[in-house]
């Protein structure tokens, strides 16, 4: 009996074989946790050195992009003319032909509120020692360079520059002047005047409103030819004009020019991030409509927008 005692030990007890049993799963889970604890990190390094990539190549593609721009493209040309007054000098008195105009200040993507009606972004509202307010926008698409949307850009400057209590005599003079890449009037000329006229007398009627429309595709060796073969140059060692190359040198080579430049590409994608959803959700709501199987309100509920979106969208 002794002997069988000694042979079988305390594992062959019950409580010895619970205890062991007890002790296999723990190393067992101990495993378990180390693999699984590996896999989390694995797991994680590789979504970092994925998330490290991503950006990598994001930041690539900025660069291609930035090489690319030229002062055509409205974004990078009020970024080189947000607070360069040198910058604007040199284009208005060229296309004003004014040669001792002065720039006093310069703003860009100005905000112009209107509480009743439809406001405006003007893309460069400079102002100069006569105290002339020149708002220059620029435009690839022919249709964002419309007459009246030049007019509008006229009014709404005027509405928005002369205090209260002011005599109408004291309105400075304006100027709307459309910087766009191709010859959106048709008749081949560097520079469009658009002034007021009595039709009558053909004598000019002298509000002191004006419009000017440039032709970004006209090229020669006068001042506005050269200037907008640099409007349309991407590269600053190319241009005539050595303060726009060095502005546009600046913001494509030095290193704090170009972190300036990928943080207006960044803020530039999460736009069209934005709007891309938008218009995901404008174009849902509109099947939603065509059904007829859901009430506005519903629709309304589902989509996120307001009632009044929707009932906009359900009138055309």
């Known amino acids: 009996m002794g002997a069988q005692r000694q042979k079988s030990g305390v594992g062959s007890s019950p409580a010895g074989g619970f205890c062991s049993r007890i002790c296999c799963r723990i190393r067992q889970k101990s495993r378990l946790e180390r693999y699984i604890s590996l896999w989390y990190n694995q797991k994680e390094r590789v979504t970092l050195v994925t998330t490290a990539e991503w950006m990598d190549k994001k930041h690539q593609e900025d660069l291609q992009r930035l090489r690319g721009f030229r002062l055509l493209d409205d974004d990078f040309m009020t970024k080189c003319f947000e607070g360069d007054t040198a910058c604007i000098q040199l284009v208005l008195r060229i296309i004003l032909e004014i040669p001792d105009l002065e720039v006093t200040d310069v703003r860009t993507q100005v905000f112009v509120e209107n509480l009743l009606n439809r406001s405006v972004r003007l893309d460069v509202l400079a102002t100069d ?91 020669d060796e006068t001042p506005i030819g050269k200037l907008m073969h640099d409007f349309s140059c991407t590269d600053p060692a190319k241009m005539h004009y050595g303060v726009l190359a060095d502005r546009v040198r600046f913001f494509k080579e030095s290193k704090e020019g170009v972190q300036t430049m990928c943080k207006v590409l960044e803020e530039m994608r999460k736009v069209e991030r934005d709007e891309g959803f938008k218009e995901g959700v404008t174009a849902t709501v509109l099947r939603m409509l065509e059904t007829g199987k859901y009430a506005l309100d519903e629709i309304a509920q589902i989509s996120g927008l307001s009632l009044d979106e929707v009932k906009k969208l359900q009138t055309g």
């Open 129 to 219: 020692s006569a105290g002339r307010k020149i708002n220059v926008e620029i435009q690839r698409e022919d249709k964002g360079a419309g007459r009246r949307r030049a007019r509008y850009n006229s009014s709404m400057m005027d509405a928005n520059i002369l205090p209260k209590g002011d005599d109408f005599d004291s309105l400075p003079e304006t100027y709307v002047v459309f910087i766009t890449e191709r010859d959106v009037l048709g008749r081949g000329k560097a520079v469009y005047h658009i002034d007021r006229y009595i039709s009558d007398t053909g004598e000019p009627f002298e509000d002191g409103a004006h419009i000017l429309y440039v032709n970004g595709a006209y090229r």
